[in-house]
């Protein structure tokens, strides 16, 4: 755990028991997770289909009790209700009144959420552009299409203002441009001092927006760490692809340092050592070679997440 003055979300040791149907066996669903949250940081929480993403942030939102643990957020115990108006929430299955207007409904969760009258109508058509949806906004919500649902459901959690907000799979039903629209207002969020927990199994999105992220499989933290903290990890070695490099100049990379030729032809993959990539380059280049590219080998999250799964089905075996 990091500094506590600068948690905004803290669970500890927290247990989530279910009990399917009357008289049979709970079924643990959160076995003693523990992780926090600090100010300001986008944070991933990312886990397969059933693995407690959903449950952990319906615990958080109060909507369910925890059987036991201690959960916080802004140093409120998650049972409390006055800071709530700090907090901004999107639900995995948003519903909206499908006869309401994208303007409409924002204009509805704005006054349910106490906005001033004086403020309400700037602080709806500021949302509407954010989530790119003022051409829009007059069409009834039940002509959207799912993604256009989606970005609604996110204005909502927005439309107070609040200084902490949940996502609950943000990018679900959204096409490539909705998607990156999201993550341009996530980045924005977080540039504005506020702090995001988004709940997702896209990986791609949780590594180039979130700073940290937690993985969960089966009810257990697997792993919690900072992107930056093992994009950095690898093997130690470099891709550099080539053109031009004459067949000895090759035969002599693999011999002086030990480099693993993967192409053929003009154009040659070789996997060197990553303390050795200057020298090598430096002696094809001067061979006359073409330098196409050159990649550090990196651990991706894809790669840790499928380490974690892989780990729980071999310890359930």
């Given at each position: 755990?990091?500094?506590?003055?600068g948690e905004v979300v803290r669970i500890e040791e927290v247990v989530k028991d279910f009990r399917p149907g009357f008289g049979l066996r709970r079924k643990r669903v959160l076995?003693?997770?523990?992780?926090?949250?600090?100010?300001?940081?986008?944070?991933?929480?990312?886990?397969?289909?059933?693995?407690?993403?959903?449950?952990?942030?319906?615990?958080?939102?109060?909507?369910?009790?925890?059987?036991?643990?201690?959960?916080?957020?802004?140093?409120?115990?998650?049972?409390?209700?006055?800071?709530?108006?700090?907090?901004?929430?999107?639900?995995?299955?948003?519903?909206?009144?499908?006869?309401?207007?994208?303007?409409?409904?924002?204009?509805?969760?704005?006054?349910?959420?106490?906005?001033?009258?004086?403020?309400?109508?700037?602080?709806?058509?500021?949302?509407?552009?954010?989530?790119?949806?003022?051409?829009?906004?007059?069409?009834?919500?039940?002509?959207?299409?799912?993604?256009?649902?989606?970005?609604?459901?996110?204005?909502?959690?927005?439309?107070?203002?609040?200084?902490?907000?949940?996502?609950?799979?943000?990018?679900?039903?959204?096409?490539?441009?909705g998607r990156k629209e999201i993550r341009d207002l996530i980045l924005r969020l977080r540039a504005e001092g506020k702090t995001v927990f988004m709940n997702t199994h896209i990986?791609?999105?949780v590594e180039m927006v979130c700073d940290r992220v937690a993985i969960i499989v089966e009810g257990r933290i697997r792993y919690e760490g900072r992107i930056e903290d093992f994009?950095?990890?690898?093997?130690?070695?470099?891709?550099?692809?080539?053109?031009?490099?004459?067949?000895?100049?090759?035969?002599?990379?693999?011999?002086?340092?030990?480099?693993?030729?993967?192409?053929?032809?003009?154009?040659?993959?070789?996997?060197?050592?990553?303390?050795?990539?200057?020298?090598?380059?430096?002696?094809?280049?001067?061979?006359?070679?073409?330098?196409?590219?050159?990649?550090?080998?990196?651990?991706?999250?894809?790669?840790?997440?499928?380490?974690?799964?892989?780990?729980?089905?071999?310890?359930?075996?």
């Amino acid at each position: 755990m990091t500094d506590s003055e600068g948690e905004v979300v803290r669970i500890e040791e927290v247990v989530k028991d279910f009990r399917p149907g009357f008289g049979l066996r709970r079924k643990r669903v959160l076995h003693g997770i523990s992780f926090s949250v600090q100010r300001g940081e986008i944070f991933g929480f990312v886990g397969p289909n059933g693995a407690g993403k959903t449950t952990t942030l319906k615990l958080l939102m109060g909507l369910i009790r925890a059987t036991s643990g201690k959960a916080s957020i802004l140093g409120h115990d998650v049972g409390e209700s006055a800071f709530r108006r700090e907090i901004g929430f999107l639900p995995e299955n948003a519903y909206f009144y499908d006869f309401l207007t994208g303007r409409e409904i924002l204009d509805f969760y704005a006054r349910l959420s106490g906005v001033p009258s004086a403020r309400r109508k700037e602080r709806v058509g500021t949302l509407l552009d954010w989530v790119g949806l003022s051409h829009a906004a007059d069409m009834r919500i039940r002509t959207y299409s799912k993604g256009m649902a989606q970005r609604v459901g996110i204005a909502q959690a927005l439309v107070h203002d609040p200084s902490v907000v949940f996502l609950d799979e943000p990018m679900s039903g959204l096409d490539p441009i909705g998607r990156k629209e999201i993550r341009d207002l996530i980045l924005r969020l977080r540039a504005e001092g506020k702090t995001v927990f988004m709940n997702t199994h896209i990986l791609s999105d949780v590594e180039m927006v979130c700073d940290r992220v937690a993985i969960i499989v089966e009810g257990r933290i697997r792993y919690e760490g900072r992107i930056e903290d093992f994009l950095a990890e690898g093997d130690g070695r470099c891709d550099l692809v080539l053109s031009g490099v004459a067949p000895e100049a090759i035969q002599e990379l693999e011999e002086h340092h030990g480099a693993e030729l993967r192409g053929h032809g003009d154009r040659v993959e070789l996997s060197v050592k990553e303390k050795d990539v200057s020298q090598v380059l430096r002696r094809v280049l001067g061979q006359g070679a073409d330098v196409l590219s050159v990649t550090p080998h990196r651990v991706s999250l894809e790669s840790i997440f499928m380490d974690a799964v892989r780990e729980d089905e071999e310890a359930g075996k």
